[in-house]
């Protein structure tokens, strides 16, 4: 079945960097749309960036264009975030999820548990 | 960018009741509106797609209905297992938004 798997969350302080890592097993990876959806401490679901399955197409969220860079390596099933330059709003749980396209727009039909990043100092 | 209100913030209510959630766009969308619900420490999990299609194993207690700019989630008799956050997203255009979320919590 499908599973996707989020590594990399830490604690960071404020104008650091991280990277994030998804890894994507069970489906074809090299044939979907990937997703990073954060989601701040008791707030609500923000869609961050996306990317296409071969990586021309990609799309960010404006608060966090110019300091995050998503990526992905067919090769090893993986999806990336880097993330520099960052804030205290940055903090969340960020989440891979699979956009299956089915016609039905960038709908998510599968997610990772979740990889906590804080950023403080 | 499209901004999704849902409505109410929360709602209270007991096993066997009728619920209905209610999410608005800023645009028309067509019909490229998902549901998802949220259990606490848990990812989100698709619900409806195309504002009507059932996901896979949903259980059929579970609707969506709605075109343009208001959408309804209805959930026709209410189980333990559905109390959850429940959230609408657009799904048509970037960025993607959702909405703020519903908390359908026990009476």
């Known amino acids: 079945q499908v599973q996707l798997v989020e590594s990399g969350g830490t604690l960071v302080r404020p104008g650091g960097s991280l990277r994030l890592s998804c890894a994507g097993s069970g489906f074809t990876f090299s044939d979907s749309y990937m997703s990073w959806v954060r989601q701040a401490p008791g707030k609500g679901l923000e869609w961050v960036s996306d990317i296409g399955p071969t990586g021309g197409e990609i799309y960010y969220v404006d608060s966090v264009r110019g300091r995050f860079t998503i990526s992905r390596d067919n090769a090893k099933n993986s999806l990336y975030l880097q993330m520099n330059s960052l804030r205290a709003e940055d903090t969340a749980v960020y989440f891979c999820?699979?956009?299956?396209?089915?016609?039905?727009?960038?709908?998510?039909?599968?997610w990772g548990p979740g990889t906590m990043v804080t950023v403080s100092s | 960018d499209i901004q999704m209100t849902q409505s109410p913030s929360s709602v209270s209510a007991s096993v066997g009741d009728r619920v209905t959630i209610t999410c608005r766009a800023s645009q028309h969308i067509t019909k490229y509106l998902a549901w998802y619900q949220q259990k606490p420490g848990k990812a989100p999990k698709l619900l409806i797609y195309s504002v009507s299609s059932l996901e896979s194993g949903v259980p059929s207690r579970f609707s969506g209905s709605g075109t343009g700019t208001d959408f309804t989630l209805t959930i026709s008799s209410l189980q333990p297992e559905d109390f959850a956050t429940y959230y609408c997203q657009q799904v048509n255009n970037f960025p993607l938004t959702f909405g703020g979320g519903t908390k359908v919590e026990i009476k």
């Open positions: 999820a699979r956009d299956p396209q089915r016609g039905d727009g960038h709908t998510f039909n599968s």
